[in-house]
């Protein structure tokens, strides 16, 4: 019996247990939580999920936090504390919702909210109060994934491919997983195992926002503003004008650059387009711009699975359906990562879930080819509880 525990403790990973990952990102439209229990060589079992919305005044105290502003060091602080808050709400869901006690948790894995990312300068800003959620949550929190990549050189996004090669990957094809957050980026998942990552331009923050100018409503509901509208092309060729979208991997993006701002400057000229063909052209960028970029960095994948909210706009999946048919990599089925067994919405927080664990193990979680980073580092900050 003492042999055979012996033995089981030398198979157990330092890693193994119960985590939680809280993904909040671009869209800046809640947190999304996952309860998730890794086993070194077993695929991730999920034990509960949930979703905390952000009010109106934190979704705006974030958003005017993403330009330079009046007193924004107080302003930031402010934000992280609130921000920790709902965290910590969602936290209370997962105990909940898996019947749970906190003992039973590792560490959270909390991304934050990005406010700067300016890898090219060094550093990369997602606030919260990680000492807060610990506080209120009575768990270790593990934050601030990114900047340990920055400082080796890279630029700390996408962080997600890892973790897609370990539940995603496969020998027998090269597969994209696509994910439409506020900003889309793409993992190709080669059949030799190689795996690279990037960001390939705006999705839903611009989306939300002309749907928010346009009809008062946080986005557009399965897209139908859009449906409503028409494509207007030469507006299309000038916003893929932007320089991003012809840069090379590795790249990442944000709102830095794809914000209401850049939007208002490429539309001089269209004035006389209706809101719904702006709408309209906006869902053909992000379309066109994600499957350009699956054109020339994975010209023999077999089908692209898409995960985040954007998987939910019916007009979004069939225009990226579209433009990879015209592009020249038709016959490519699109689908959501339902199909390979995981809800489109609980990628990004599984991801950061298993962040946490890396972290905790001290295994690295950035990949180099993916980033840029000088090398493989260990991600995060530890809060005890
Ligand atoms: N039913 C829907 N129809 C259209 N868009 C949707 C729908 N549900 C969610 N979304 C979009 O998904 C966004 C949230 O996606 P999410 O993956 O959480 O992004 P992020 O990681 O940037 O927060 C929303 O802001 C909205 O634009
Ligand atoms: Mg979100």
Redesign the pocket.
């Known amino acids: 019996m003492a042999a055979r525990d012996a033995q089981k403790d030398e198979s157990a990973h330092r890693g193994d247990g119960v985590y939680f990952g809280l993904?909040?990102?671009?869209?800046?439209?809640?947190v999304?939580g996952i309860a998730v229990r890794f086993e070194h060589g077993q695929r991730p079992v999920v034990l509960a999920e949930a979703f905390v919305g952000f009010a109106q005044g934190l979704r705006e105290a974030l958003f005017s936090l993403q330009q330079p502003g009046e007193n924004e060091i107080e302003r930031a602080s402010l934000a992280g504390n609130a921000l920790a808050a709902r965290y910590a709400v969602c936290c209370h869901e997962l105990l909940r919702a898996g019947n749970l006690s906190a003992d039973e948790v590792r560490a959270i894995g909390a991304h934050g909210q990005t406010i700067r990312h300016r890898p090219e300068k060094g550093f990369t800003v997602q606030i919260q109060n990680p000492a807060l959620l610990a506080e209120l949550a009575h768990i270790d929190v593990i934050a601030d994934f990114r900047s340990r990549d920055v400082a080796s050189g890279g630029q700390g996004a996408p962080l997600v491919p890892a973790f897609h090669a370990t539940v995603f990957g496969s020998h027998e094809d090269t597969r994209v997983v696509c994910?439409?957050?506020?900003?889309s980026n793409i993992t190709v998942l080669s059949s030799t195992g190689a795996v690279r990552g990037f960001d390939c331009g705006p999705?839903?923050?611009l989306?939300?926002l002309w749907?928010e100018r346009h009809l008062g409503k946080?986005?557009?509901?399965?897209?139908q503003f859009a449906a409503s509208g028409n494509l207007h092309q030469p507006l299309l060729n000038a916003l893929l004008g932007e320089p991003f979208f012809e840069q090379p991997p590795p790249k990442s993006t944000g709102r830095d650059l794809f914000n209401a701002q850049w939007l208002d400057e490429k539309l001089k000229g269209f004035e006389s387009l209706t809101p719904a063909d702006v709408q309209a052209t906006l869902v053909a960028l992000t379309a066109v711009s994600v499957a350009r970029e699956i054109e020339r960095h994975a010209g023999d994948c077999r089908a692209v699975y898409v995960?985040?909210?954007?998987?939910?706009?019916?007009v979004?999946m069939e225009a990226l359906h579209k433009a990879l048919e015209t592009g020249g990599v038709a016959g490519v089925p699109v689908m959501t990562t339902e199909a390979l067994g995981v809800p489109?919405?609980q990628v990004?927080p599984l991801a950061f879930a298993w962040l946490a664990m890396r972290c905790v193990a001290r295994e690295p979680g950035n990949l180099p080819a993916v980033t840029g980073a000088a090398g493989e580092r260990v991600l995060g900050a530890i809060y005890p509880r």
């Open positions: 993904m909040s990102g671009t869209s800046m439209d809640g999304d994910n439409l957050g506020g900003i999705a839903n923050a989306l939300d749907a946080p986005y557009d509901e399965n897209g995960c985040g909210g954007g998987a939910r706009n019916r979004l489109p919405q990004e």
